[in-house]
């Protein structure tokens, strides 16, 4: 046994009065009057033999009574087994704030219970220790030690939110918090219902003295939209836009009837029930039929209780309705059918020669179509290399006299196989490539009476396996027409012939080459996320708008209004969240009060896997301990039994209490 204030034992020496008490008090004598002192000598030698044993037995009592007041002052206790915290404590408390723990308990909501552990923890130690309170937010206020006050205020702050962390970052920010700090004992708690997807403590700091409290939730059942995208890479404006939806069954028994509708353009309709297999999912289809361009979203859901931040699924969608092309002709003189082509309502083309090029604008572009250019000079080369690996669409049509040097040099930049010489030679395409989006769903009719475009020469391609060629067109012997490369964010198209009508008569054959070029116009290799997840993706990208610094992005939703942290990279513009999208739901980018384009926020579903770690899992991952939370009693004497020892104090209290007692007792009942 130890004691706390070892000091204070010096007060044992109060024993001394009650013995001071019994010298001047007991023996002080009575005149007693007697009618007859016959027995006188009898009665005073049994008499005094009585009182001498009850007043030795009354000392006795007091000495114990004072010895054991003194010891219980000097705070007694029994070292523990694991060692003593001595000195000053920097101590992170973690409380799971995520959609899970909302959930129900056997008493009360897990979260609650977690607020109260928390108090308890923080209370456990003393006012001289420093305090982290973190949450899922991880916010950088949260990375500073505060004194026993404020931690306890930060704590009845915690509300549920929509973030989910894994517990490695968690206890990784608990580890360098606590580092901030020159305590020689670093404690970490982490309060969770620990679920499966989330427990991933497996290199455990040694230097952080690791602690889980774990908290059961009774087992729910839970059916949620897993995720929803659009078939198609781009969807497209005036037509049935294909849309897959996953619905995920995480419970352990078959569901049926879940009824899922859509919500697009102010209207809801079913569209019909699921049957879900346990542990299992199913994908369905829905269409959307978009009507105006620009910007739009939708929303997808299922009626599925008692878990309902998961039932909820948005989505967000640009379409074009008339494509920006810019021309680069070589020779001055565009091609009539080409110029034909562009003046349809479709496109909003400009016109340039090679000499009259704004680089700023082309990445305004959509569609970038170079002809007749017998050398690609080195400055627009490289404009058009960043344009391409930024998101943009380049077709390039050679023409018979191309500086072969040049061109090659060109595409291996991208990679692009490269143009072999000219062959004055007639061919005809047999092939279109309908499973590319350029094509895809382009011919609802049999092909068999189409005609399909020739030429009339065309550069042999070289098919280098690392230029990773998609041939679209293709002629009769299988060599490539017309060649994709996929490079960066863009994609660059590769005609192996010249559009010259003398040569190719691609540009005549409406049927094919108009819905060609917007197809490519609206294609591109980086695919617009169609939903973005909060606390996850927490930097979105726009198209850049103007070239001005000035302009100012702002954010609206269910979760308010906030200015991001904007940064232009090429012809777009990163925009950091920095954790202000609270609420699920569509989003729009404001420049001024115009709409720039509507982003689609959901809620991490990591939370919808309700499987928890078993408390045998818990107790195998290393240099942790398991603290028992059953009330909030036993937590608290179990952590200032940990930090402190056991306690003896309260037992020396009692043991005061009786002595008095049984002193009472004596003097009342002890005749003498």
Same mark, same amino acid.
């Given at each position: 046994?130890?004691?706390?204030?070892?000091?204070?034992?010096?007060?044992?020496?109060?024993?001394?009065?009650?013995?001071?008490?019994?010298?001047?008090?007991?023996?002080?004598?009575?005149?007693?009057?007697?009618?007859?002192?016959?027995?006188?000598?009898?009665?005073?030698?049994?008499?005094?033999?009585?009182?001498?044993?009850?007043?030795?037995?009354?000392?006795?009592?007091?000495?114990?009574?004072?010895?054991?007041?003194?010891?219980?002052?000097?705070?007694?206790?029994?070292?523990?087994?694991?060692?003593?915290?001595?000195?000053?404590?920097?101590?992170?408390?973690?409380?799971?704030?995520?959609?899970?723990?909302?959930?129900?308990?056997?008493?009360?909501?897990?979260?609650?219970?977690?607020?109260?552990?928390?108090?308890?923890?923080?209370?456990?130690?003393?006012?001289?220790?420093?305090?982290?309170?973190?949450?899922?937010?991880?916010? &950088?206020?949260?990375?500073?030690?505060? &004194?026993?006050?404020?931690?306890?205020?930060?704590?009845?702050?915690?509300?549920?939110?929509?973030?989910?962390?894994?517990?490695?970052?968690?206890?990784?920010?608990?580890?360098?918090?606590?580092?901030?700090?020159?305590?020689?004992?670093?404690?970490?708690?982490?309060?969770?219902?620990?679920?499966?997807?989330?427990?991933?403590?497996?290199?455990?700091?040694?230097?952080?003295?690791?602690?889980?409290?774990?908290? #059961?939730?009774?087992?729910?059942?839970?059916?949620?939209?897993?995720?929803?995208?659009?078939?198609?890479?781009?969807?497209?404006?005036?037509?049935?836009?294909?849309?897959?939806?996953?619905?995920?069954?995480?419970?352990?028994?078959?569901?049926?009837?879940?009824?899922?509708?859509?919500?697009?353009?102010?209207?809801?309709?079913?569209?019909?029930?699921?049957?879900?297999?346990?542990?299992?999912?199913?994908?369905?289809?829905?269409?959307?039929?978009?009507?105006?361009?620009?910007?739009?979203?939708?929303?997808?859901?299922?009626?599925?209780?008692?878990?309902?931040?998961?039932?909820?699924?948005?989505?967000?969608?640009?379409?074009?309705?008339?494509?920006?092309?810019?021309?680069?002709?070589?020779? &001055?003189?565009?091609?009539?059918?080409?110029?034909?082509?562009?003046?349809?309502?479709?496109?909003?083309?400009?016109?340039?020669?090679?000499?009259?090029?704004?680089?700023?604008?082309?990445?305004?572009?959509?569609?970038?179509?170079?002809?007749?250019?017998?050398?690609?000079?080195?400055?627009? @080369?490289?404009?058009?290399?960043?344009?391409?690996?930024? @998101?943009?669409?380049?077709?390039?049509?050679?023409?018979?006299?191309?500086?072969?040097?040049?061109?090659?040099?060109?595409?291996?930049?991208?990679?692009?196989?490269?143009?072999?010489?000219?062959?004055?030679?007639?061919?005809?395409?047999?092939?279109?490539?309908?499973?590319?989006?350029?094509?895809?769903?382009?011919?609802?009719?049999?092909? @068999?009476?189409?005609?399909?475009?020739?030429?009339?020469?065309?550069?042999?391609?070289?098919?280098?396996?690392?230029?990773?060629?998609?041939?679209?067109?293709?002629?009769?012997?299988?060599?490539?027409?017309?060649?994709?490369?996929?490079?960066?964010?863009?994609?660059?198209?590769?005609?192996?012939?010249?559009? #010259?009508?003398?040569?190719?008569?691609?540009?005549?054959?409406?049927?094919?080459?108009?819905?060609?070029?917007?197809?490519?116009?609206?294609?591109?290799?980086?695919?617009?996320?169609?939903?973005?997840?909060?606390?996850?993706?927490?930097?979105?990208?726009?198209?850049?708008?103007?070239?001005?610094?000035?302009?100012?992005?702002?954010?609206?939703?269910? &979760?308010?209004?906030?200015?991001?942290?904007?940064?232009?990279?090429?012809?777009?513009?990163?925009?950091?969240?920095?954790?202000?999208?609270?609420?699920?739901?569509?989003?729009?980018?404001?420049?001024?009060?115009?709409?720039?384009?509507?982003?689609?926020?959901?809620?991490?579903?990591?939370?919808?896997?309700?499987?928890?770690?078993?408390?045998?899992?818990? #107790?195998?991952?290393?240099?942790?301990?398991?603290?028992?939370?059953?009330?909030?009693?036993?937590?608290?004497?179990?952590?200032?039994?940990?930090?402190?020892?056991?306690?003896?104090?309260?037992?020396?209290?009692?043991?005061?209490?009786?002595?008095?007692?049984?002193?009472?007792?004596?003097?009342?009942?002890?005749?003498?």
């Amino acid at each position: 046994m130890s004691f706390l204030f070892p000091s204070f034992l010096w007060a044992l020496g109060l024993i001394a009065i009650p013995v001071i008490i019994h010298l001047f008090y007991f023996r002080r004598f009575r005149r007693v009057y007697f009618s007859n002192v016959r027995f006188l000598r009898e009665v005073k030698e049994e008499t005094s033999m009585r009182s001498r044993l009850r007043n030795l037995l009354v000392l006795l009592l007091r000495c114990l009574a004072v010895a054991a007041l003194v010891v219980a002052f000097a705070q007694p206790f029994l070292p523990s087994t694991e060692g003593m915290l001595a000195g000053r404590k920097a101590v992170s408390v973690y409380v799971d704030n995520s959609f899970s723990m909302g959930a129900e308990s056997d008493r009360a909501p897990l979260l609650q219970l977690a607020r109260d552990h928390a108090r308890d923890i923080i209370d456990a130690y003393g006012p001289e220790d420093r305090f982290q309170v973190l949450t899922n937010a991880f916010r &950088g206020g949260s990375q500073r030690l505060v &004194g026993q006050a404020e931690a306890l205020q930060a704590v009845e702050e915690i509300t549920v939110a929509p973030e989910s962390r894994p517990l490695s970052q968690v206890l990784a920010r608990q580890a360098s918090a606590l580092e901030l700090e020159n305590h020689p004992n670093r404690l970490a708690y982490l309060i969770s219902d620990f679920q499966r997807n989330i427990t991933d403590l497996a290199d455990v700091d040694t230097a952080v003295s690791v602690n889980l409290v774990p908290l #059961a939730a009774v087992q729910e059942r839970n059916v949620a939209i897993d995720s929803v995208w659009f078939d198609a890479p781009v969807p497209q404006l005036n037509q049935n836009n294909l849309v897959l939806v996953r619905v995920r069954n995480y419970g352990t028994e078959d569901v049926d009837n879940v009824r899922l509708s859509q919500g697009f353009e102010g209207q809801s309709k079913p569209e019909g029930t699921l049957s879900v297999p346990a542990g299992a999912y199913v994908i369905d289809s829905v269409y959307l039929n978009i009507t105006r361009p620009g910007s739009g979203n939708a929303e997808l859901s299922i009626t599925d209780f008692p878990v309902t931040f998961d039932d909820k699924y948005y989505v967000a969608f640009r379409t074009t309705g008339r494509v920006r092309v810019l021309h680069i002709d070589g020779d &001055g003189v565009t091609d009539r059918n080409l110029a034909a082509a562009l003046r349809l309502e479709v496109f909003e083309p400009t016109f340039v020669s090679d000499r009259n090029i704004d680089y700023g604008s082309i990445g305004t572009h959509q569609l970038v179509i170079v002809t007749d250019l017998a050398e690609i000079a080195s400055g627009l @080369g490289e404009q058009l290399r960043q344009y391409v690996r930024d @998101g943009g669409n380049l077709l390039i049509f050679p023409p018979a006299a191309a500086n072969l040097a040049n061109y090659n040099s060109f595409l291996a930049a991208f990679p692009a196989d490269e143009l072999q010489p000219f062959q004055p030679q007639a061919r005809e395409v047999s092939t279109l490539n309908e499973d590319d989006f350029v094509f895809e769903g382009v011919f609802e009719n049999d092909r @068999g009476a189409m005609d399909l475009p020739s030429s009339q020469g065309n550069f042999p391609l070289t098919r280098y396996g690392s230029r990773r060629q998609q041939a679209l067109l293709s002629y009769r012997d299988g060599s490539t027409a017309l060649a994709k490369y996929t490079s960066g964010d863009g994609n660059l198209y590769l005609a192996a012939f010249p559009l #010259a009508p003398e040569v190719s008569d691609l540009a005549a054959d409406a049927e094919v080459f108009i819905p060609m070029l917007y197809k490519m116009g609206i294609s591109s290799g980086r695919r617009r996320p169609a939903a973005y997840t909060i606390g996850r993706d927490e930097v979105i990208e726009t198209s850049r708008r103007q070239a001005s610094a000035e302009i100012v992005y702002k954010l609206r939703g269910p &979760g308010g209004e906030f200015i991001p942290e904007q940064r232009t990279i090429g012809n777009r513009v990163a925009l950091g969240l920095g954790g202000q999208v609270p609420d699920a739901g569509i989003y729009e980018l404001l420049i001024g009060e115009e709409v720039v384009e509507t982003f689609a926020f959901n809620y991490d579903r990591t939370e919808s896997d309700l499987r928890y770690t078993t408390p045998d899992e818990l #107790a195998a991952i290393p240099h942790t301990t398991i603290v028992n939370a059953e009330n909030q009693a036993t937590l608290a004497a179990a952590i200032r039994e940990r930090s402190e020892g056991r306690p003896l104090w309260r037992y020396f209290i009692w043991a005061t209490l009786l002595f008095l007692l049984a002193e009472a007792l004596v003097l009342r009942f002890w005749k003498v």
